[in-house]
């Protein structure tokens, strides 16, 4: 770590990526197509794709970058045109043969935290995480993914009316072989 005139230090935090879903990066550039990513038609193209397992970053950072920066510059360096809303950094620590994981606030500082815990990785380490918050923050989303989202819920529904309609219609045929079955009485 280095100490600068104004009091700051900066130095480099590693930052694993511990991602469930695929990000988004723009597509190469080829000709036809203007800045931004946009063809002549207007339709903005992305290309999706898995992060490798375990995959990590060392990041130089100021003591006064916050984790959301942490974020926007990790999703920077990657290219991911993703929300960076829609991403958290954790941190990361064992105790006692236990992990623990706490979910970082967006201006909480990591460089101040890893001096603070030292180099240990088992002590502190960072991780980049899809932000579990248990509510969906839907604006996040681009339109293709929430119609994406609306198809795959529909194809849920349907799949699970089918079965209980087969599952009340074996109980049916059950019924009624019992009652043919049956002397009354």
Known sequence: MNMNKDGSYTGF???????????SVPP????????GGKKASGVKRRTSFYL????SKHLHISSRTSSREVIEALLKKFTVVDNPGKFALFERSE???QVYVRKLS????PLRLRLVAGPNEKILSFVLKENETGEVNWHAFSMPELKNFIRILQREEEEH???IVQRYALARIKMKEALAGSTPG
């Open 13 to 23: 935090i590693k930052v694993q990526f511990k991602l469930a879903r695929p990000v």
């Open 28 to 35: 190469p550039k080829k000709g036809g197509q203007d800045v």
């Open 52 to 55: 490798p397992k375990d995959a």
């Open 95 to 97: 105790r006692h043969d």
């Open 106 to 109: 967006d201006d909480e500082r």
């Open 161 to 163: 009316v089918k079965q």
